[in-house]
């Protein structure tokens, strides 16, 4: 089977308005940067890429293709399936308490094509990292959503997060908050193609799914279970980027092992590696109830 090529949509371009948060950063910074991420994903699980709107990570120097240039270049390069990244906006003054993470498909469903399905997937692997509101799957007039006219197979349009609240643009300014969002996003499509989704890790891991020693690092296996040797944060995703999980966010067995209520498992609490992440020397790994550090800055932490 010849694989599935997707278009990767950066939506606005560097000099147009698109949107921004209140201390000036613009949306087609936050669409480059998810969009480079969900390329690499895509890659590493065996698709073909087609950009849209950016050519590299310089997100500041890219025009802003129209509407109908961009629809004309996925039916030229015949594409599979479309992702448009976009950031939303209350359209206030000022900060406010407009928060979420939402999936669009066409408002006309004679132009939809398969997108409800694909659109339902990716939702749904969307609101399982960082805690945010889960706004569903919505429909509206996008042009980078008329899966018929493209002739494609779905064609979605995704808004990670509002520029106009101060947490979540916050999150959107970084690579860990976009990286999340782009492998879930990944997720969502091998879901969609029954295509065997490759974790980040696993493209430098052995067949096993075990982290490689390095400089003497401990090594982890996915499917077994290690011990906490210290009360542990539980994060939304690999990094200290990412926040910390409050108590009701942890799985109910988690909630068990978190005597002072803080969100931290306690030290004896073993856990079952579900996902190992190396990120800048550390080792992060994956368990029911969210990221923990196994190893950071030197010290292992779980063993």
Request: glycine share 10%; aromatic share 8%; charged share 25%.
């Amino acid at each position: 089977m010849s694989k599935k090529i997707i278009a990767i949509d950066a939506g606005h371009g560097s000099n147009t308005a698109g949107k921004r948060t209140f201390d000036g950063y613009r949306e087609h910074w936050i669409n480059v940067r998810c969009s480079y991420f969900f390329e690499r994903a895509l890659k590493r699980c065996g698709f073909k890429t087609l950009r849209i709107g950016w050519d590299d990570t310089n997100a500041k120097d890219d025009p802003d293709p129209s509407i109908t240039s961009r629809q004309n270049a996925v039916r030229a390069a015949g594409v599979d399936a479309v992702v448009s990244w976009h950031a939303n906006h209350s359209g206030g003054k000022d900060w406010d308490s407009a928060a979420g993470v939402e999936t669009f498909i066409h408002s006309v469903s004679s132009k939809r094509g398969d997108s409800e399905r694909l659109a339902k997937l990716v939702q749904a692997e969307l609101v399982k990292g960082t805690a945010q509101k889960n706004r569903g799957v919505k429909t509206g007039n996008f042009g980078m959503c008329n899966a018929v006219y493209m002739k494609v197979d779905a064609a979605v349009l995704l808004e990670i997060g509002f520029m106009s609240n101060k947490l979540e643009s916050g999150y959107m300014k970084t690579d860990a908050f976009c990286r999340e969002q782009a492998e879930d996003a990944c997720r969502g499509l091998c879901a969609y193609y029954n295509v065997k989704y490759i974790p980040e890790s696993s493209s430098t891991s052995s067949t096993t799914s075990e982290m490689p020693k390095e400089d003497g690092n401990p090594s982890y296996v996915t499917g077994k279970t290690y011990t906490l040797q210290v009360e542990l944060k539980v994060r939304t995703g690999p990094g200290t980027d990412y926040p910390a999980k409050k108590h009701d966010q942890l799985t109910s067995d988690g909630a068990k092992h978190d005597a002072d209520g803080d969100g931290a498992l306690d030290k004896g609490t073993v856990i079952t590696c579900q996902e190992i992440r190396n990120v800048d020397g550390d080792i992060w790994i994956r368990c029911p109830s969210g990221w923990v550090a196994a190893f950071y800055s030197g010290n292992a932490f779980i063993k």
